[in-house]
């Protein structure tokens, strides 16, 4: 990657816009430069405050005359006009934002070059600068960097040095002179020119004023780098979240926890055993022909919803939604010994909370759901299928099918749910929800199901 300064300045600049785009785009990095720049604005006005505490103690140390009162006052001012742009803080372009940055920046200025007026002796405007009160800005470069974009830290170092300069060239034509200090300093330092030009009081020294906007400019351009390098960092967490919220759509919040945190490749194709479940809602075509669609689609959703809760409840993964079907599987990306008894949880967590489903819609006077399951335990193959414009992460293979097939038998058993014999035969011994699952369940024997040579055991609720 190019570092010239020229490449550095097109890449900020370009990243700079695709900032823009993804926040429009991007409520996880919209919320991420919303957080981060109150956050920052916080800590900016709480470190502005103790600053300017700490330089109205040193001072009267400075300058221990009454005249100081002129000084601790306006750094009160500096104080409130910190809480003033915390007040107005926001994220994005704010002419107001820009006019208290602009307030802190004249404000400082006018201090510098401006004598006080309870000042009681006759000294040359020019005299102020031997002061070296140019530090102080640095203080406020400093303060910004927290509270504000690199490309603000970046522009007030500018803004500082074009006003900085412009000060000088008003105190330079307008400045109150003493010309009898410049004649007496002469004398004083007669055969000694470099030094008599130094020391001259009316003199405001530009190359001294010019080298003190030079380093400001530096700092301001390095703090402006480190803070756009920040904000990549914070982008690319923003990007992370909503990785993980995509994921959270077919995950567990704990699942998608361990998958952040595993080295594996959850994508690679592979082979492995997990619970298959299938739901689907009994006599939906039906139901969608006299219906509206908006009635169809308000059910779908509800549906939907209803189902996703209990299967990321049960630890389970949501695989796909057909229409008004949905796969699960459980034990995928990672499989546990709980995988069998988590399929069966959430099979009677569904029949359970349908008939809550039901009781809600006959109140709004809709009619009644009913929905099919069925679960088989089995080998899986897991990886991406599909043409190269096209993959999708599948979970295929006979288990699929057999569960598949298991939900459609419901129709024939005349029941909610069908579950294979291998599923039952891969809970646990210590699972505690065995005798639980031995009311819900009761073995129906073995059914011959489309496509397959042998029959399989089942298991009906």
């Known amino acids: 990657m190019e570092y010239s300064p020229v490449a550095l300045f097109r890449r900020m600049r370009s990243m700079r816009d695709r900032e823009l785009e993804l926040a429009s785009s991007n409520p996880h990095l919209a919320q991420a430069l919303h957080e981060d720049k109150m956050e920052g604005h916080r800590l900016a006005v709480v470190a502005r405050t103790i600053a300017m505490l700490v330089i109205m103690a040193l001072l009267p140390i400075m300058n221990p005359n009454w005249d100081v009162l002129y000084y601790e006052a306006i750094v009160l001012f500096f104080i409130a006009l910190g809480w003033l742009q915390y007040r107005y803080a926001q994220v994005g372009y704010s002419k107001f934002e820009l006019l208290l940055i602009f307030a802190d920046i004249i404000l400082l200025t006018l201090i510098f070059i401006v004598p006080s007026p309870f000042q009681s002796e006759e000294l040359p405007t020019a005299l102020l600068y031997r002061f070296n009160n140019f530090g102080y800005f640095f203080v406020i470069l400093a303060l910004a960097a927290l509270a504000y974009s690199w490309r603000t830290v970046w522009s007030m170092g500018t803004w500082v040095a074009i006003i900085w300069l412009a000060g000088y060239g008003l105190v330079a034509i307008f400045g109150h002179e003493v010309p009898r200090l410049s004649e007496s300093s002469n004398q004083l330092y007669e055969g000694y020119d470099f030094l008599g030009f130094m020391l001259d009081p009316n003199s405001g020294r530009f190359t001294q004023r010019l080298q003190e906007v030079v380093i400001f400019l530096l700092v301001a351009g390095i703090i402006a780098v480190k803070g756009f390098r920040s904000n990549q960092l914070l982008m690319r967490q923003a990007m992370i979240a909503e990785e993980r919220a995509n994921l959270s759509r077919y995950f ?18 592979r082979s492995q055993d997990v619970a298959v479940l299938f739901t689907d809602i009994v006599g939906f075509t039906q139901y969608a022909e006299r219906n509206t669609p908006e009635n169809v689609m308000d059910l779908l959703r509800n549906y939907h919803a209803l189902v996703e809760k209990t299967i990321f409840e049960n630890s389970g993964t949501l695989e796909k939604y057909m229409g008004d079907g949905v796969m699960a599987t459980f034990g995928r990306p990672e499989t546990s010994t709980e995988d069998a008894a988590n399929a069966l949880r959430c099979a009677t967590d569904l029949i359970k909370a349908n008939e809550e489903f039901n ?31 096209r993959l999708e992460f599948a979970v295929v293979g006979d288990t699929v099918n057999v569960a598949s097939r298991l939900e459609a038998e419901t129709r024939n058993l005349d029941c909610q749910c069908v579950v294979s014999d291998s599923v ?13 699952f031995a009311e819900t369940f009761r073995s129906h024997g073995d059914v011959r199901l489309r496509g397959r040579n042998k029959p399989i055991s089942v298991w009906v609720s």
């Open 252 to 269: 567990p919040s704990s699942l998608v926890d361990a998958i952040a945190s595993t080295n594996r490749d959850i994508r690679a194709v």
């Open 359 to 389: 009781a809600m819609r006959k109140k709004q006077g809709k009619e009644a759901v009913r929905i099919s399951i069925g679960i088989h335990y089995g080998a899986v193959i897991l990886g991406d299928i599909g043409p190269e414009r």
């Open 424 to 436: 039952m035969q891969h809970l646990r011994e210590d699972c505690e929800d065995r005798d639980m």
